[in-house]
Protein backbone atom coordinates (compact mmCIF):
# COMPACT_ATOMS: atom_id res chain seq x y z
CA UNK A 1 0.00 0.00 0.00
CA UNK A 2 1.54 3.47 -0.66
CA UNK A 3 1.90 6.62 1.67
CA UNK A 4 3.58 6.49 5.05
CA UNK A 5 4.39 3.43 6.97
CA UNK A 6 2.03 1.76 9.54
CA UNK A 7 2.70 0.74 13.28
CA UNK A 8 0.06 -1.66 15.37
CA UNK A 9 0.77 -1.56 19.14
CA UNK A 10 -1.57 -3.28 21.17
CA UNK A 11 -1.48 -4.45 24.95
CA UNK A 12 -2.95 -5.13 27.46
CA UNK A 13 -4.72 -2.49 29.92
CA UNK A 14 -1.47 -0.52 32.13
CA UNK A 15 0.89 -2.35 29.29
CA UNK A 16 2.41 1.06 28.81
CA UNK A 17 1.74 0.70 24.99
CA UNK A 18 0.36 4.24 24.80
CA UNK A 19 3.43 5.18 26.19
CA UNK A 20 5.83 2.92 24.00
CA UNK A 21 3.80 4.56 20.70
CA UNK A 22 4.12 8.53 22.14
CA UNK A 23 7.55 7.45 22.22
CA UNK A 24 7.79 6.20 18.60
CA UNK A 25 5.98 8.72 17.18
CA UNK A 26 8.16 11.43 18.41
CA UNK A 27 11.08 9.69 17.52
CA UNK A 28 10.00 9.21 13.48
CA UNK A 29 9.08 13.08 13.82
CA UNK A 30 12.11 14.04 15.10
CA UNK A 31 13.85 12.40 12.44
CA UNK A 32 11.86 13.30 9.67
CA UNK A 33 11.13 16.72 10.72
CA UNK A 34 7.22 16.27 10.49
CA UNK A 35 4.43 17.36 12.18
CA UNK A 36 3.36 15.58 15.24
CA UNK A 37 -0.36 14.47 15.91
CA UNK A 38 -2.20 12.92 17.97
CA UNK A 39 -5.64 11.35 17.34
CA UNK A 40 -7.71 11.23 20.55
CA UNK A 41 -11.05 8.76 20.03
CA UNK A 42 -11.64 9.12 24.21
CA UNK A 43 -14.97 10.76 25.26
CA UNK A 44 -14.94 11.77 28.75
CA UNK A 45 -17.92 10.71 30.04
CA UNK A 46 -16.87 10.54 33.92
CA UNK A 47 -14.74 12.51 36.17
CA UNK A 48 -11.97 9.93 36.26
CA UNK A 49 -11.55 9.69 32.89
CA UNK A 50 -11.60 13.05 32.16
CA UNK A 51 -8.43 13.04 34.73
CA UNK A 52 -7.33 10.20 32.60
CA UNK A 53 -6.96 12.51 29.80
CA UNK A 54 -5.45 15.08 31.51
CA UNK A 55 -2.84 12.87 32.56
CA UNK A 56 -2.41 11.79 29.01
CA UNK A 57 -2.05 15.35 27.79
CA UNK A 58 0.13 16.06 30.11
CA UNK A 59 2.67 13.53 30.02
CA UNK A 60 2.40 14.26 26.08
CA UNK A 61 2.96 18.25 26.67
CA UNK A 62 6.87 16.93 28.53
CA UNK A 63 7.85 15.69 24.79
CA UNK A 64 10.54 17.20 23.14
CA UNK A 65 7.64 18.20 20.25
CA UNK A 66 4.38 19.81 20.68
CA UNK A 67 1.70 17.65 19.49
CA UNK A 68 -1.21 18.47 17.91
CA UNK A 69 -4.21 17.42 19.43
CA UNK A 70 -7.21 16.68 17.38
CA UNK A 71 -10.64 15.15 18.89
CA UNK A 72 -12.58 12.22 16.59
CA UNK A 73 -14.43 9.98 18.29
CA UNK A 74 -16.07 8.73 14.99
CA UNK A 75 -15.61 9.17 10.92
CA UNK A 76 -11.85 9.45 11.62
CA UNK A 77 -11.78 9.59 7.52
CA UNK A 78 -12.26 13.29 7.99
CA UNK A 79 -9.48 13.77 9.27
CA UNK A 80 -7.47 12.38 6.19
CA UNK A 81 -7.62 15.69 3.65
CA UNK A 82 -5.89 17.20 6.94
CA UNK A 83 -2.72 15.53 6.60
CA UNK A 84 0.30 15.11 4.08
CA UNK A 85 3.71 13.20 3.90
CA UNK A 86 4.95 15.91 6.62
CA UNK A 87 2.37 14.72 9.44
CA UNK A 88 3.37 11.72 11.92
CA UNK A 89 -0.15 10.42 13.02
CA UNK A 90 -0.52 8.54 16.46
CA UNK A 91 -4.26 7.13 17.01
CA UNK A 92 -5.10 5.98 20.51
CA UNK A 93 -7.20 3.77 20.29
CA UNK A 94 -8.88 1.74 17.72
CA UNK A 95 -10.98 -0.12 20.55
CA UNK A 96 -12.48 3.09 21.62
CA UNK A 97 -12.96 3.86 18.39
CA UNK A 98 -14.92 0.87 17.69
CA UNK A 99 -16.72 0.96 21.30
CA UNK A 100 -18.09 5.00 19.72
CA UNK A 101 -19.16 3.36 16.55
CA UNK A 102 -20.44 0.58 17.41
CA UNK A 103 -22.12 1.64 20.75
CA UNK A 104 -24.29 4.88 19.52
CA UNK A 105 -26.41 2.28 17.50
CA UNK A 106 -27.73 0.67 21.10
CA UNK A 107 -28.22 -2.36 21.58
CA UNK A 108 -29.85 -4.45 18.98
CA UNK A 109 -26.57 -3.93 16.18
CA UNK A 110 -26.82 -6.52 13.30
CA UNK A 111 -24.03 -8.32 11.38
CA UNK A 112 -24.40 -5.86 8.49
CA UNK A 113 -24.24 -2.34 10.40
CA UNK A 114 -20.93 -4.09 12.19
CA UNK A 115 -19.90 -4.55 9.16
CA UNK A 116 -20.37 -1.40 7.80
CA UNK A 117 -18.57 -0.19 11.21
CA UNK A 118 -15.37 -2.32 10.15
CA UNK A 119 -15.52 -0.96 6.34
CA UNK A 120 -15.62 2.86 7.80
CA UNK A 121 -12.90 2.80 10.41
CA UNK A 122 -10.57 0.49 8.32
CA UNK A 123 -11.10 2.41 5.21
CA UNK A 124 -10.39 5.94 7.33
CA UNK A 125 -6.96 4.31 8.64
CA UNK A 126 -6.42 3.66 5.17
CA UNK A 127 -7.04 7.04 3.62
CA UNK A 128 -5.26 8.67 6.74
CA UNK A 129 -2.37 6.48 6.37
CA UNK A 130 -2.33 7.72 2.43
CA UNK A 131 -1.67 11.02 3.41
CA UNK A 132 1.23 10.79 6.12
CA UNK A 133 4.77 9.86 6.70
CA UNK A 134 3.67 7.34 9.61
CA UNK A 135 0.43 6.52 11.27
CA UNK A 136 0.72 4.58 14.26
CA UNK A 137 -2.28 2.82 15.98
CA UNK A 138 -2.93 1.75 19.60
CA UNK A 139 -5.06 -0.98 20.55
CA UNK A 140 -5.93 -3.13 23.15
CA UNK A 141 -5.90 -6.98 23.90
CA UNK A 142 -9.08 -7.77 24.96
CA UNK A 143 -10.23 -11.26 23.23
CA UNK A 144 -8.99 -13.72 25.63
CA UNK A 145 -11.60 -13.26 28.15
CA UNK A 146 -14.14 -15.94 28.68
CA UNK A 147 -17.60 -14.71 27.81
CA UNK A 148 -20.91 -14.88 28.40
CA UNK A 149 -23.52 -16.16 25.17
CA UNK A 150 -24.54 -12.31 24.69
CA UNK A 151 -24.92 -11.58 20.69
CA UNK A 152 -23.97 -7.97 21.11
CA UNK A 153 -21.24 -9.23 22.55
CA UNK A 154 -20.05 -11.56 19.79
CA UNK A 155 -20.59 -8.82 17.11
CA UNK A 156 -18.22 -6.72 19.49
CA UNK A 157 -15.56 -8.82 19.63
CA UNK A 158 -15.64 -10.18 16.28
CA UNK A 159 -15.72 -6.53 14.74
CA UNK A 160 -12.60 -5.72 16.90
CA UNK A 161 -10.99 -9.35 15.52
CA UNK A 162 -11.51 -8.99 12.02
CA UNK A 163 -9.90 -5.41 12.38
CA UNK A 164 -7.11 -6.34 14.23
CA UNK A 165 -6.26 -9.09 11.55
CA UNK A 166 -6.44 -6.40 8.85
CA UNK A 167 -4.71 -3.72 10.76
CA UNK A 168 -1.79 -6.47 10.96
CA UNK A 169 -1.79 -7.66 7.96
CA UNK A 170 -0.88 -4.48 6.46
CA UNK A 171 1.14 -2.98 9.21
CA UNK A 172 5.42 -2.28 8.43
CA UNK A 173 5.19 -3.18 11.97
CA UNK A 174 3.26 -5.01 15.12
CA UNK A 175 3.98 -5.07 18.72
CA UNK A 176 2.26 -6.79 21.89
CA UNK A 177 3.57 -4.59 24.81
CA UNK A 178 4.09 -6.43 28.03
CA UNK A 179 4.80 -4.79 31.45
CA UNK A 180 6.53 -2.11 29.37
CA UNK A 181 8.06 -4.79 27.18
CA UNK A 182 7.56 -4.04 23.51
CA UNK A 183 7.20 -7.51 21.81
CA UNK A 184 8.11 -7.04 17.97
CA UNK A 185 5.42 -9.42 16.48
CA UNK A 186 5.61 -8.69 13.08
CA UNK A 187 8.30 -6.62 11.07
CA UNK A 188 8.31 -5.76 7.25
CA UNK A 189 5.52 -6.67 4.97
CA UNK A 190 4.08 -9.94 5.47
CA UNK A 191 6.50 -11.16 7.09
CA UNK A 192 6.09 -13.35 10.12
CA UNK A 193 8.08 -12.79 13.54
CA UNK A 194 11.63 -14.14 13.57
CA UNK A 195 11.19 -13.28 17.30
CA UNK A 196 14.57 -11.26 16.60
CA UNK A 197 14.60 -9.04 20.22
CA UNK A 198 17.63 -6.95 19.00
CA UNK A 199 15.31 -4.30 16.73
CA UNK A 200 13.28 -3.69 19.70
CA UNK A 201 16.06 -3.58 21.93
CA UNK A 202 17.41 -1.15 19.52
CA UNK A 203 14.60 0.72 18.96
CA UNK A 204 13.96 0.86 22.59
CA UNK A 205 17.33 2.46 23.53
CA UNK A 206 17.08 5.03 20.59
CA UNK A 207 13.92 6.30 21.86
CA UNK A 208 14.69 5.83 25.48
CA UNK A 209 17.96 8.29 24.66
CA UNK A 210 15.21 10.49 22.64
CA UNK A 211 12.72 10.74 25.45
CA UNK A 212 15.37 11.38 27.99
CA UNK A 213 17.15 14.68 26.15
CA UNK A 214 13.82 15.78 25.63
CA UNK A 215 14.16 16.26 29.57
CA UNK B 1 -0.79 -33.62 17.92
CA UNK B 2 -0.83 -30.34 17.08
CA UNK B 3 -2.82 -27.65 19.12
CA UNK B 4 -3.55 -24.26 18.15
CA UNK B 5 -4.64 -21.56 20.57
CA UNK B 6 -4.87 -17.60 20.48
CA UNK B 7 -7.76 -14.64 21.28
CA UNK B 8 -10.89 -15.07 19.54
CA UNK B 9 -11.10 -14.21 16.42
CA UNK B 10 -7.44 -13.87 16.26
CA UNK B 11 -7.56 -16.08 12.76
CA UNK B 12 -7.06 -19.42 14.22
CA UNK B 13 -9.18 -21.43 11.81
CA UNK B 14 -7.77 -19.49 9.04
CA UNK B 15 -4.41 -20.70 9.51
CA UNK B 16 -5.35 -24.44 10.15
CA UNK B 17 -7.33 -24.11 6.83
CA UNK B 18 -4.76 -23.53 4.98
CA UNK B 19 -2.19 -25.86 6.98
CA UNK B 20 -4.52 -28.60 6.74
CA UNK B 21 -7.02 -28.23 3.58
CA UNK B 22 -7.81 -31.84 2.97
CA UNK B 23 -8.99 -32.27 6.71
CA UNK B 24 -12.57 -33.24 8.30
CA UNK B 25 -13.76 -30.91 10.52
CA UNK B 26 -15.60 -31.59 13.66
CA UNK B 27 -16.55 -28.25 15.70
CA UNK B 28 -18.14 -27.39 18.62
CA UNK B 29 -19.40 -23.69 17.28
CA UNK B 30 -21.28 -25.68 14.66
CA UNK B 31 -22.30 -28.21 17.36
CA UNK B 32 -20.48 -31.14 16.64
CA UNK B 33 -19.93 -33.51 19.40
CA UNK B 34 -16.16 -34.52 19.83
CA UNK B 35 -16.83 -37.69 20.26
CA UNK B 36 -18.96 -37.89 17.22
CA UNK B 37 -16.57 -39.68 15.39
CA UNK B 38 -14.49 -42.59 17.00
CA UNK B 39 -10.89 -43.06 15.54
CA UNK B 40 -11.24 -46.72 15.08
CA UNK B 41 -13.58 -45.99 12.29
CA UNK B 42 -11.82 -42.89 10.68
CA UNK B 43 -10.45 -43.35 7.60
CA UNK B 44 -9.01 -39.52 6.51
CA UNK B 45 -6.07 -39.05 7.46
CA UNK B 46 -6.70 -35.22 9.51
CA UNK B 47 -9.20 -34.23 11.60
CA UNK B 48 -9.33 -31.03 13.03
CA UNK B 49 -11.60 -30.54 16.44
CA UNK B 50 -12.32 -26.68 16.59
CA UNK B 51 -13.74 -25.10 19.56
CA UNK B 52 -12.43 -27.29 22.67
CA UNK B 53 -13.33 -24.77 25.30
CA UNK B 54 -16.88 -25.02 23.86
CA UNK B 55 -16.89 -28.22 24.36
CA UNK B 56 -15.35 -27.86 28.02
CA UNK B 57 -18.47 -25.68 28.59
CA UNK B 58 -21.16 -28.04 27.45
CA UNK B 59 -19.63 -30.17 30.71
CA UNK B 60 -19.20 -27.95 33.30
CA UNK B 61 -23.09 -28.04 34.53
CA UNK B 62 -22.96 -31.76 34.44
CA UNK B 63 -19.76 -32.82 35.65
CA UNK B 64 -17.17 -32.32 38.72
CA UNK B 65 -13.77 -31.00 37.29
CA UNK B 66 -11.15 -33.85 37.94
CA UNK B 67 -13.71 -36.18 35.71
CA UNK B 68 -14.21 -33.43 32.77
CA UNK B 69 -10.29 -33.68 32.41
CA UNK B 70 -9.88 -37.35 33.01
CA UNK B 71 -12.83 -37.45 30.32
CA UNK B 72 -10.25 -35.32 27.88
CA UNK B 73 -7.34 -36.60 28.75
CA UNK B 74 -8.95 -40.45 27.62
CA UNK B 75 -10.18 -38.71 24.63
CA UNK B 76 -6.76 -37.22 23.44
CA UNK B 77 -5.18 -40.35 24.39
CA UNK B 78 -7.58 -42.46 21.89
CA UNK B 79 -6.83 -40.09 19.45
CA UNK B 80 -3.05 -39.93 19.76
CA UNK B 81 -3.10 -43.67 19.75
CA UNK B 82 -5.03 -43.78 16.23
CA UNK B 83 -2.47 -41.29 14.98
CA UNK B 84 0.48 -43.12 15.50
CA UNK B 85 -0.42 -46.19 14.26
CA UNK B 86 0.21 -44.37 10.41
CA UNK B 87 2.61 -41.60 10.24
CA UNK B 88 -0.20 -39.61 7.29
CA UNK B 89 -2.18 -39.80 10.73
CA UNK B 90 -2.86 -36.02 11.95
CA UNK B 91 -5.17 -34.92 14.92
CA UNK B 92 -5.16 -30.16 15.08
CA UNK B 93 -7.05 -29.55 17.88
CA UNK B 94 -8.41 -25.36 18.34
CA UNK B 95 -9.34 -23.85 21.13
CA UNK B 96 -9.50 -19.85 22.28
CA UNK B 97 -7.34 -18.49 25.21
CA UNK B 98 -9.99 -17.36 27.64
CA UNK B 99 -6.93 -16.91 30.63
CA UNK B 100 -6.19 -13.64 30.30
CA UNK B 101 -9.10 -10.69 31.64
CA UNK B 102 -10.36 -10.19 35.27
CA UNK B 103 -10.94 -12.98 37.53
CA UNK B 104 -15.55 -13.64 36.01
CA UNK B 105 -17.78 -12.36 39.11
CA UNK B 106 -19.97 -15.86 37.54
CA UNK B 107 -18.83 -18.87 39.28
CA UNK B 108 -19.82 -20.69 36.14
CA UNK B 109 -17.61 -18.86 34.13
CA UNK B 110 -15.00 -19.17 36.46
CA UNK B 111 -14.76 -22.89 36.51
CA UNK B 112 -14.88 -22.89 32.50
CA UNK B 113 -11.93 -20.67 32.65
CA UNK B 114 -9.90 -22.77 35.05
CA UNK B 115 -10.65 -26.16 34.14
CA UNK B 116 -10.30 -25.34 30.03
CA UNK B 117 -6.72 -24.17 31.20
CA UNK B 118 -6.16 -27.49 33.03
CA UNK B 119 -7.49 -29.10 29.73
CA UNK B 120 -5.37 -26.94 27.64
CA UNK B 121 -2.13 -28.30 29.75
CA UNK B 122 -2.76 -31.60 29.37
CA UNK B 123 -3.19 -31.45 25.54
CA UNK B 124 -0.10 -29.78 25.26
CA UNK B 125 2.05 -32.35 27.18
CA UNK B 126 0.98 -34.78 24.02
CA UNK B 127 1.26 -32.59 21.34
CA UNK B 128 4.42 -32.47 19.52
CA UNK B 129 3.47 -29.12 18.04
CA UNK B 130 1.51 -26.07 19.80
CA UNK B 131 1.03 -22.67 17.83
CA UNK B 132 -0.10 -19.36 19.05
CA UNK B 133 -2.05 -17.23 16.78
CA UNK B 134 -1.92 -13.30 17.30
CA UNK B 135 -4.01 -11.73 14.71
CA UNK B 136 -3.01 -13.64 11.52
CA UNK B 137 0.64 -13.89 12.96
CA UNK B 138 1.70 -17.85 14.00
CA UNK B 139 4.19 -18.17 17.07
CA UNK B 140 4.93 -21.84 17.44
CA UNK B 141 5.59 -22.08 21.56
CA UNK B 142 6.55 -26.04 21.31
CA UNK B 143 8.27 -28.20 18.84
CA UNK B 144 9.04 -27.83 14.76
Known amino acids: MEGGSLIFITGGVRSGKSSFAERFATETAAKTNSRLNYIATGVPFDKEMEKRIDKHRQDRSKGPIQWITREQPVNIRELASSFNNQDVILLDCVTTLVNNELFSLGENVTEDEAAAIYKRIFSGIAAIRKNCRQLVLVSNEVLQEPCSEDQLLFIYRKLLGSLHREIVRIADEAYLVEAGVPILMKTGQGQEPSMSKTAVDEREIRCGRDRSQGK | ?144
Open chain 2, 1 to 144: MHFVTGGAFNGKRARVKETYPDAVWLSAYRGDSFAKINPADFRNFTIIFEGLEAWVKELIAEKDPDDIRALFRDFFSRWQAWEKADNRRKVVVIGTDIHKGIVPVEGELRAWRDITGWVYQDLVKKCEQVDLIWYGICQTIKGE
